[in-house]
């Protein structure tokens, strides 16, 4: 039995090398100290054993077993610390590595047009006002003094709803729904979409935004160099230094009217395609708040006074980004859209 013991250690301690892997480590591991393992079956065996040979024998068993048990914990140990080691190695993070660039987006062209203008208008002490989109004819036409005829409210222009309701055609309806809310003094800005009945075209689309602005005060207050005064102002700030010219023109709801031109961008005044070889580009439509406007909102034109103008975002952005069509606003061609993108400060 001594024998048997002594082979059992040999084998087992041969087979636990310091190269032994894993996979043999534990076999040894079941074959010798398992619960049907070598040294079970020898303990099993002790009723064979002549008395006074066992505590020798037990003594021996449990020698071995305490030899193979540190044999096989330090190899288990070591085994460990490589696996560790050759994880490490497989899995080097090299810190100079070129990063992954997460592409950002960006404001749309004409939302950044748009805010480029608010900011300059808050700037001169306008509030900004959103009204609502869907309008009736009292708003959008009747109180903008447009007569019961005119062909703006023609069928063909404007989108009508059920219900007497309509898209509105401008943002000149802000006009009206801010006025029957709050009282002169106001300086107030109301940009937004409007609707008309146009094919998308170069210059055309069915949906656009504008922003409308107004100016309102005690009568004498307000005149019409403010308004040349404010609008060159602002043309200047927007389109940088640049010639401007006030022309005279008619709107139904001011009197007197006027278009703001400026020096054509393309070419500088020159004469080109875009400005119809004049020089002058038109940015803009403006007058003294007619009477009539005054009156629908329920104030009296011997007592107040003041100026509005209207701009078209879209036909600015073209102008200011240098882009011949206005469909590429709408087809969100992302090559397109990322040239223009956010500046600092002008957008989100
Ligand atoms: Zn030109």
Redesign the pocket.
Known sequence: MKDQLEEIRRRALAELGDDAEAEVVENVRVRVLGRSGELTEIMRGMRDVAPAERPIIGKLVNDIKREVEARIEALQEHLRARQLERSLASARLDVTLPGVRIPRGHVHPVTRIMEEMLDILCGMGFEVEYTQDVEDDFHNFAALNFPPNHPARDMQDTFFLPGGMLLRTHTSNGQIRVLERRRPPLAVVCPGGCYRRDDLSVRAAPAFNQIEGFMIDRRGRITMSHLKGVLTEFAKEFFGETRVRFRGSFFPFTEPSAELDIY?L??SG???A??KYS?W?EVLGCGMIHPNVLRAVKLDPNEYQGFAFGMGVERTALMKLGIDDLRLFYENDVRFLGQFPSVAGGSR
């Open positions: 054509c393309l070419c020159a004469g080109c875009v400005c020089g580009t």
